[in-house]
């Protein structure tokens, strides 16, 4: 049955819809618009000068091998987030090597998201509002959410997610990583052993002594000062309702702790993030590895070029793969194929090359190489909503009001890299177990399920948010029209509930399905209404109330029994990205693992998936540090390996 949003906020909406107010709102929308427009502009002249051009041995769709196929050692599919670090690892050990991604180059195609505060623009759940440099793929109709649409952000562009994403830098806990060690049956994997591979991708910078946090406490070991070439950093200016949250989330009795990045994650603290320090720009993925003048000459860069489907010989060894840029050509592997087409596409492309669930693959007429029951099933992720109240603290809301201020904040962060454009608006977070006298609620099944995670593994995770969220429909431009907001968001982060990914149709072309299953489980509804409890909480505390300008605005403190509050978060619950385990990592013995410990393909040869389908879990939190050291760790496999035989 179709839920609609509390009525309250449909009065809000209604009663604005065609007074006066409502076409001054719509005014200042269109203002704020061609402002977003020039500053775009703008960033892609005031960058030009520090980043540097295109690097050699990058080559684009104008350079492709003229009807004829061309060979390399390893050919990588998706230059996002792992592909490019893989490929990149391997191309500085000398070998050749073909990295294939479907879209172009965000730093020329999309300069604004270079810009750390343009981060929420583009990604919200309303697919009308996704980027160019999306993949724009919907959820349909997913009957937790009350059966509504929602967009699935995925960046199409070099970089991949790492161009589009929040550019939070957060590590598992100990016993995560000890939990993924465990599943897969290899102690290389855990916390221990994974930490130089984790430190390897890192330069770290700390606070900067002239940010607005420069006493932000963090833990210098861990971090190596031979890290390199993705930055992370704070961001110059640090949001003023995060310094208010910290005491709210410290009154209801979450520790204060020195960073997310040493094993352990309950407790509270400013987040460190994926950004330069020297201009305050995003380093994704591609502008750490490719973007920066490191010269690797024997990475040829295929870019506007779709993988269709890797080929086998018949001793089951992938040979190559089949692409199609203007024109379709084969790329041949003398070495290994390596799938790192991200969490919804690389099972896409195992199916569409025959490796997947055989009925699957036979309705849709595809000649099955390898049953593999495990493709596309598994899917965890994230999900997240919060409360949102007024607040005398200025928050994001006001770029969306002001243009004035909007202009300003643009000038001081082309000009000086300062102000409120350097933070992606949430950079405050706490994590923990749902305390203990909150869990009478919980059944015993209910605790059955959750006493799977470790003990370090928190349930909950809460971001600050200094802005309107509701429905989190278009985030930055759903903006109230008068008044500035803070939020604090929650994500279940000890999630039960699984989706699946399937194909539509035999070409790859055609985004395979997503049934992200959110809030299936008892378990995970139980602990969404406890931590939204938690979040009124944290509001009621007296260091909070003392910004505090009125009553809870959205939903609003009329919304009280847990089945009314499960309803408003079934109303406006967003993924937070998470999606990951799609062609899971595990043992032999587990019929649903697609790949083993080297995140090679049971029952095929020469092929590997890297990427966040990978994963055997989600680990608790933000999963990019972990695409990171996954991707240096496979490749530091492959480069330690003897070469293949042909
Ligand atoms: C909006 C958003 C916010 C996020 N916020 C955070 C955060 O703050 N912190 C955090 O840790 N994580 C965050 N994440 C999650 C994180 O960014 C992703 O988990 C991670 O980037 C995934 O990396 P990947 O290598 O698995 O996939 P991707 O980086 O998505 O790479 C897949 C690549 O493959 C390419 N590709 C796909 N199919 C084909 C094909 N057929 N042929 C050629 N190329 C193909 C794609 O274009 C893409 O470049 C966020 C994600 C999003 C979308
Ligand atoms: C969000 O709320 C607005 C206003 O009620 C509604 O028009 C829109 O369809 C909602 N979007 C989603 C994705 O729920
Ligand atoms: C990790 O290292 C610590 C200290 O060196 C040690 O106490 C612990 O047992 C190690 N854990 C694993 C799983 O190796
Ligand atoms: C700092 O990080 C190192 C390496 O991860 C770890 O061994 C140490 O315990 C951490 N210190 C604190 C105080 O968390
Ligand atoms: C995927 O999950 C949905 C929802 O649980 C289910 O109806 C469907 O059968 C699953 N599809 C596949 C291919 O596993």
Redesign the pocket.
């Known amino acids: 049955m179709l839920q609609s949003i509390p009525s309250q906020f449909n009065l809000d909406v209604a009663s604005t819809a065609h007074s006066a107010p409502a076409i001054l709102s719509r005014m200042l929308r269109i203002v704020t618009q061609l402002v977003f427009g020039f500053l775009a502009l703008l960033a892609l002249l005031a960058l030009i000068p520090i980043c540097p051009l295109p690097t050699l041995g990058r080559s684009t769709w104008w350079l492709q091998p003229f009807p004829w196929d061309a060979t390399y050692d390893y050919v990588v599919?998706?230059?996002?987030?792992?592909?490019?670090?893989v490929a990149s690892r391997l191309a500085e050990k000398g070998h050749n090597v073909a990295l294939?991604?479907?879209?172009g180059t965000y730093e020329w195609s999309r300069p604004l998201s270079r810009i750390p505060g343009a981060?929420t623009i583009?990604?919200g759940a309303d697919v009308a509002t996704a980027s160019s440099i999306?993949?724009k793929f919907v959820a349909r109709r997913v009957p937790g959410a009350n059966y509504r649409d929602i967009h699935?952000?995925?960046?199409?562009?070099?970089?991949?997610?790492?161009?589009?994403?929040?550019?939070?830098?957060?590590r598992p806990s100990e016993g995560a990583m000890d939990k993924w060690a465990e599943l897969v049956g290899d102690v290389s994997y855990s916390y221990n052993e994974t930490l130089k591979y984790f430190k390897r991708t890192i330069a770290f910078s700390p606070p900067n002594a002239e940010s607005s946090r420069p006493d932000t406490p963090y833990n210098s070991s861990a971090f190596d000062s031979k890290g390199e070439p993705l930055r992370v950093s704070y961001p110059q200016f640090a949001m003023p309702f995060s310094t208010w949250a910290r005491q709210g989330f410290s009154a209801i009795g979450i520790e204060e702790i020195d960073g997310f990045d040493s094993g352990k994650l309950e407790g509270h603290q400013f987040c460190a993030?994926?950004i330069h320090p020297a201009d305050e720009t995003r380093s994704s993925?591609d502008a750490a590895f490719l973007y920066s003048g490191r010269g690797l000459k024997t990475l040829s860069v295929y870019q506007s070029?779709?993988?269709?489907k890797v080929l086998f010989d018949s001793r089951l060894r992938a040979t190559g793969v089949r692409?199609s840029g203007i024109w379709g050509y084969t790329l041949w592997a003398k070495q290994e194929v390596i799938l790192?087409?991200?969490?919804?596409?690389?099972p896409?492309?195992l199916m569409l090359s025959g490796v997947g669930p055989r009925d699957t693959l036979l309705h849709h007429g595809i000649r099955p190489v390898m049953d593999a029951p495990g493709v596309g099933q598994n899917m965890w992720d994230h999900v997240f909503f919060g409360p949102s109240y007024p607040v005398s603290v200025e928050t994001f809301s006001r770029l969306t009001q002001d243009p004035l201020w909007l202009i300003w904040q643009a000038a001081n962060y082309l000009i000086r890299h300062e102000g409120v454009l350097t933070n992606?608006s949430?950079d405050y977070l706490a994590f923990e177990k749902l305390p203990q006298h909150l869990r009478q609620g919980l059944s015993p099944a209910v605790e059955d399920t959750l006493a799977w995670f470790p003990d370090d593994w928190p349930e909950i995770e809460y971001l600050a948010a200094s802005a309107f969220v509701g429905n989190f429909s278009n985030p930055f431009f759903q903006q109230p029209a008068r008044g500035q907001y803070g939020s604090i968001v929650t994500s279940i982060v000890a999630p039960t509930s699984r989706g699946n990914v399937t194909l539509r149709s035999r070409h790859?072309k055609d985004l395979p399905i997503i049934n992200p299953n959110w809030l299936d489980t008892e378990s995970d509804q139980k602990l969404a209404v406890a931590a939204y409890r938690r979040i009124r909480k944290v509001f009621q505390t007296t260091a909070m109330e003392a910004i505090l300008t009125g009553p809870e605005y959205f939903p609003g403190l009329q919304f009280q029994s847990d089945a009314e509050i499960l309803n408003i978060i079934r109303n406006t619950m967003m993924t937070?990205?998470?999606?990951?385990c799609t062609c899971k990592m595990g043992m032999k013995s587990d019929r649903m693992a697609v790949v083993d410990h080297k995140a090679r393909v049971f029952g095929v040869e020469r092929l590997r998936v890297?990427?966040?389908?990978a994963f055997p879990l989600l680990p608790p939190?933000?999963?990019?540090?972990?695409?990171y050291m996954l991707?240096e760790k496979i490749a530091a496999d492959i480069i330690n390996s003897p070469l293949l035989s042909q």
Not at 77 to 85: C, E, I, L, S
Not at 100 to 103: D, L, N, P, Y
Request: charged share 10%.
């Open positions: 599919v998706g230059g996002g987030t792992a592909g490019v670090t294939v991604e479907a879209g981060a583009g990604i999306d993949w699935y952000p995925r960046g199409k562009c070099l970089g991949g997610s790492s161009a589009l994403n929040f550019m939070i830098y957060q993030m994926t993925s070029t779709r993988a269709e692409v790192s087409a991200g969490v919804f596409q690389s896409q492309l992606p949430t790859a937070i990205y998470h999606a990951s890297v990427d966040a389908s939190g933000h999963p990019q540090s972990v695409v991707a």
